[in-house]
């Protein structure tokens, strides 16, 4: 179970409003925009699945349905590398603290039940869902936001982070993965790319913490050469592509491990699948 979100910090993403009467349906007082509620999970936007259309994101959401295995087959197949810097976070700033701790595109993982899981899609852990470039929640009200691997998906980044920045209570802290060498993956959609020092633009009105590349530059060389032989041997035809996408990864996975060492090289961020980015509200 996730932690329940607070009603008292919603307001109404249309028009701003905290005037929202909440019973079975979310009522906003002032423009009448009308939302859904069940047990303490809060919907400002339904998306269905019918609005996926990319045969390679339909596999992905169909496992995100069962998230332990998806999580599982994530870290273990994926070209990425993963190390323990997120759990790490959250164990230091999140476990066990009184806090308000979002989670913006959780998918169907919920990392901690001391964060709420927000996502445009209704999965079962999701508290939350909305578009989150429109917040539904008032200035100065949230303690940590993470959002990993999602600010890619969104067609205006810039967009969401100035609604992190709005949200978060000053000194509130920001943990934020977005890829660099990473190839096309459509969740629903997939938009940008951000370089290291793409990353300080980006949060440049947060206090810099700490920039570091997350999964090195094997796992950035690894998802290229995957996506180049299914390219090279799918001869046009899209579904042969997926299988050879697939295969190439289930056998070449184990490469990615060369960067437990590759990730501490000094050029690492010239070629890192992404970068991870912790910033505090000034
Ligand atoms: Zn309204």
Wanted: glycine share 4%; with cysteine.
């Amino acid at each position: 179970m996730s932690k329940r979100l607070d009603s008292s910090i919603l307001i109404c993403p249309i028009c701003k409003s905290s005037r929202l009467e909440i019973n079975k349906n979310i009522i906003c007082m002032d423009c009448n925009n009308k939302y859904e509620q069940h047990e303490g999970k809060y919907y400002f936007v339904k998306l269905e699945e019918g609005d996926i259309i990319d045969p390679l994101d339909k596999i992905k959401h169909f496992l995100k349905s069962f998230s332990v295995i998806y999580n599982f087959l994530i870290y273990l197949v994926s070209p990425v590398y993963t190390d323990r810097h997120l759990i790490k976070f959250i164990n230091k700033h999140i476990e066990g603290k009184n806090i308000v701790a979002l989670n913006l595109g959780s998918g169907s993982s919920n990392v901690s039940n001391n964060i709420s899981n927000v996502d445009i899609f209704k999965y079962e852990s999701v508290d939350l869902t909305c578009d989150i470039s429109m917040l539904p929640l008032r200035d100065n009200s949230v303690d940590i936001i993470l959002n990993v691997a999602v600010l890619e998906h969104v067609p205006n980044p810039e967009a969401v982070v100035n609604e992190i920045n709005r949200v978060l209570k000053p000194n509130g802290l920001v943990y934020s993965f977005f890829p660099f060498m990473q190839g096309f993956h459509a969740s629903p959609y997939d938009f940008s790319r951000r370089t290291f020092e793409g990353m300080k633009v980006l949060y440049k009105d947060f206090e810099c913490i700490e920039l570091r590349s997350s999964g090195g530059p094997t796992s950035g060389f690894l998802w290229a050469f995957q996506e180049w032989i299914a390219i090279v041997l799918s001869f046009g035809i899209k579904p042969l592509h997926s299988f050879i996408y697939i295969l190439m990864m289930v056998i070449t996975f184990p490469i990615k491990f060369l960067d437990i060492i590759l990730i501490h090289h000094p050029m690492a961020k010239n070629l890192s699948s992404g970068f991870t980015y912790i910033g505090k509200k000034k």
